[in-house]
Structures are given as C-alpha cells and as structure tokens.
C-alpha cells in the first residue's frame, strides 16, 4: 500500500467522523470526536494552491460549531432576502475551512444537473491515468469530433477550440476547465479509461449518474469532495493536485464566487450551467476554493431560477457573505 494511499484513507476516515456527525445538524465538522476531543488537521505547508494533508489529530484550536452558526445565519439571512422576491427557485450552499475542517451546509439534499461540473472529475481521472502513462498528457490528438459542441452552450468559451485542429491531451484539459470547452470535455470523455473515472467517483463515495435515473443527482455537499482531495493532494500527486488547482484560478468565469471575493485573493473554481429551454428556468452552480490568506475555504453553490445573470448575483452575494466573515476571523497559522 502507497503512502498517498494510506493518507487518501486517513482522509476517508477524518471525513467520516465528520459525517457521523452531521445527523446532529447541517452545522458541524471534522473537530469533534465521541469523547469530545477535538481533531486537528496536521498538514505539510501551505503551498500557493495544496496544503498537504499528514495525519489527524487531537487538538483544541478550531472555529467552533457557534462561529458555524454565525455564517449560516449570515448566509441564510441574505438568501431569505433575495428568496423574497421570488426569483430563485431552490439554491443550496456549501461551506469548509479547509485547515480546520469546520463546516456548515444549507440545503444539502436539494440535487442539481451537474454540467460542466463534471470536468472536474474528468480531469482527476485523466491526470491519474497520467500518472501511469508517462506520456499521456503530452499525446498529440485530432478534435475529430463531428458536431461542434460549443454551439450548445449557453456561456461559451471565450477560446473555443477549432474541429479538425491537433491539440495535446493536457491543453484539451486546461482549455475544458478554464474556458470549459465542451468540445475538449467530449473529445477528452474518449481518452480516459472509464474504470478510472468511475474509481473517481466511487473512491470518493460519490454517485455518478446511472442510467434511466434523473440528471438531477449532484448537491453541494458530495461535489465539495473532488475539491477537497486535490486541495489534501491525497489522490492526485501534489504536482498533478498543484496543477489541477493551478489552472482552475485561471477559469475566465468572473461572476459567482470570484466576484464576491477582493480582486487580489486567487479563487480556484468550476462553474456549470444548463438550461433546458429558451425563457425556462435555469441552473447556475460555481464550487472552489478561496484561498483567503489565513483561512482558505472551499465554497460550493447551486441555484435554480428565472435567468443566469440574476444566479450569478446571488451567487455572488453568497461569496462576499462569506468572505465577510471569514477576514474577521482570527487569524490562524495555516503551516499547521
């Protein structure tokens, strides 16, 4: 057994307590043990996008589960104000302290169509599959698809990529994530062994979509995973988990989570959107990572409503929330 694989279980396993906890409330974390200890989370350093996860254990420094409850009720507060006006339709939020663990969630059961949030787990697959074949992600490949599947989206990517061009595998993958490119994902969705795109899903304990079954099947708190693990770098290398991140900060997606942030705090995210007809309401979602300099935090929201422009600003308005309360935290050493 690899060292990666005894901490990717050591994850599982913090996790896990987290998640025997959480029938207690949507307001808890990976802090609180039966006996009432606290575990702390010992990590490597923080790099400029992973903090790499070591070993848990027991610890007294935390926010607390009523510091959780001051963001929720924050955050609620400011939903219940937008949800007035009768616009959204169903909107859920994730929230985690990545170097402590702590943790709230609203709206946790409501299931969303995923979009073009499954490139994330895509690219995972295919940068482990990279991993063992050496030359993958430098494969030279023809886009031979044969219909140009940017036409369908509804955001579109601002560098699209060109039918009948050649491209490596691994810009094919920054140009799925950072444009989110449909014709990279479709084409990409041909390369990646699919045992190793399940074993994604599966190792994380999250559910793919089965056939027959409703596309919509993804909330905010089983996607937050594919972000946490590369953030932990126990799945991925940190190198692969590093680059991963990398070039989710440079997503040309603006609006949702990065612009409720300051301008100068990197955000690594993904966004997706569906529509399934023109004036029919709409799906926003837009999960990542806040690197806020003594708390970085993952953030995932999902919405439904009337349009994308006013998800996006309720996304938005969720982030800067957020972010609010996190910069009056006390600062913390986040080496730890």
């Not at 698809?145 to 061009?165: A, C, F, W």
């Not at 900060?249 to 949702?256: D, V, Y």
Request: glycine fraction near 6%; aromatic fraction near 10%.
């Amino acid at each position: 057994m690899t060292i990666r694989t005894i901490i990717f279980f050591l994850v599982v396993f913090c996790a896990g307590i987290s998640a025997g906890y959480a029938v207690r409330g949507s307001v808890n974390g990976s802090k609180t043990t039966k006996n009432g200890a606290d575990l702390r989370l010992q990590r490597e350093g923080q790099a400029k996008f992973i903090n790499p996860l070591l070993a848990c254990d027991n610890s007294t420094e935390s926010l607390t589960n009523s510091d959780m409850n001051l963001f929720k009720s924050e955050v609620q507060k400011y939903l219940n104000t937008r949800n007035d006006k009768g616009n959204v339709t169903k909107v859920s939020v994730y929230f985690r302290e990545l170097n402590d663990g702590q943790w709230f969630s609203i709206g946790d059961t409501e299931q969303f169509i995923p979009a073009s949030l499954r490139k994330v787990p895509l690219m995972i697959a295919l940068l482990k599959q990279g991993e063992e074949e050496k030359d993958l992600l430098d494969r030279k490949v023809k886009l031979d698809l044969s219909t140009d599947e940017n036409m369908k989206q509804n955001i579109k990517p601002s560098h699209p990529t060109v039918l009948g061009n050649s491209y490596t595998i691994r810009d094919l993958i920054f140009r799925m994530i950072v444009y989110s490119d449909n014709n990279a994902f479709f084409y990409l969705t041909r390369i990646v062994h699919p045992a190793e795109l399940q074993k994604v899903y599966s190792k994380l304990r999250v559910l793919d979509k089965a056939d027959g079954t409703s596309d919509n099947f993804m909330s905010v708190q089983t996607y937050e995973s594919f972000f946490r693990v590369l953030y932990n770098a126990t799945y991925l290398s940190r190198s692969s988990s590093s680059w991963a991140l990398s070039i989710m900060s440079n997503s040309e997606f603006k609006t949702g989570i990065v612009a409720g942030v300051p301008s100068s705090v990197e955000v690594s995210h993904k966004f997706g959107e569906h529509s399934d007809a023109p004036q029919a309401p709409v799906q926003l979602h837009d999960c990542g990572i806040v690197y806020h300099p003594m708390h970085p935090y993952l953030i995932c929201v999902m919405s439904h409503g009337p349009n994308y422009e006013y998800l996006s600003d309720v996304i938005a308005g969720v982030s800067k929330t957020i972010y609010e309360k996190v910069d009056i935290q006390p600062r913390i050493n986040t080496q730890q």
